[in-house]
């Protein structure tokens, strides 16, 4: 695991690990390459009591101190998909994705109507336990998806490129860099139509559009608005 990660990871657990609820952790994807920064972190968590959940998701936001690149999915004790750490201190927020019907009903766990979980793509890849207070919950998940499977063991990401696309507006070539592939990936969204500077950018946290330069679009990782960002640097420890 490259050295980004690695801390995400170890900070993530020594924030959690005294939480009540908190059953088990593991990095369900880990997506390095050869590179020395890495293209994000994402962990699963699975939870027997939501009274200290405050607690994780505070955790789980403090890690944009480190990388914006890190998802946290959320499990009951039966494997039941509960959504995902949201990005938002408060919630509901003042985004319109707030106000799905089933946003918010664990508080700081969002769910997004977009993003079809599907068990059997989560628990076919690799997957490493790094927190768990009895026998491992993912692991035996894991098992029973491999034998639906007729797998004798997970199957490896496969290596990604970038792909270079040419955009429906301005019909410039823009590059669609690995992590915009995993992420859409993830969303089950089709390959972006327009480049960066023709797509409207929003903050992740309060879904404010972002005012970019072309340059800064295709150039820079904004991902948060100023104001957001200051607020998630306040938040205590």
């Not at 968590?45 to 946290?72: E, G, K, P, Q, Y």
């Not at 979980?117 to 989560?122: A, D, E, G, I, P």
């Not at 029973?144 to 429906?168: F, G, N, Q, R, Y």
Request: net charge negative; hydrophobic share 35%.
């Amino acid at each position: 695991m490259k050295q980004k990660l690695k801390k995400m990871a170890e900070q993530f657990v020594e924030e959690t690990s005294h939480a009540g609820g908190l059953e088990e952790i593991a990095i369900v994807r880990e997506i390095a390459m050869d590179s020395e920064d890495p293209y994000g972190l994402e962990l699963a968590v699975v939870i027997s009591d939501f009274a200290d959940f405050h607690i994780i998701s505070r955790a789980a936001r403090r890690l944009t101190n480190i990388s914006n690149h890190w998802l946290v999915f959320v499990f009951d004790m039966q494997g039941e998909f509960k959504g995902e750490i949201c990005f938002r201190k408060e919630c509901p927020g003042g985004s319109i994705d707030c106000y799905h019907p089933k946003c918010g009903e664990i508080p700081n766990v969002m769910w997004n109507p977009n993003f079809i979980f599907q068990k059997t793509r989560m628990f076919s890849k690799p997957l490493k336990v790094i927190f768990s207070r009895k026998s491992s919950h993912f692991l035996a998940w894991q098992k029973e998806v491999l034998a639906e499977l007729d797998l004798k063991e997970p199957v490896s990401e496969d290596i990604m490129e970038e792909i270079t696309l040419t955009c429906s507006d301005c019909e410039k070539e823009f590059i669609w860099t690995v992590e915009s592939q995993l992420l859409f990936e993830e969303k089950g969204w089709d390959p972006p139509k327009r480049c960066p500077g023709c797509r409207p950018a929003k903050c992740l946290r309060c879904g404010m559009r972002l005012r970019l330069t072309c340059s800064e679009a295709e150039n820079r990782d904004i991902e948060f608005c100023e104001t957001c960002l200051e607020e998630m640097s306040q938040e205590p420890e």
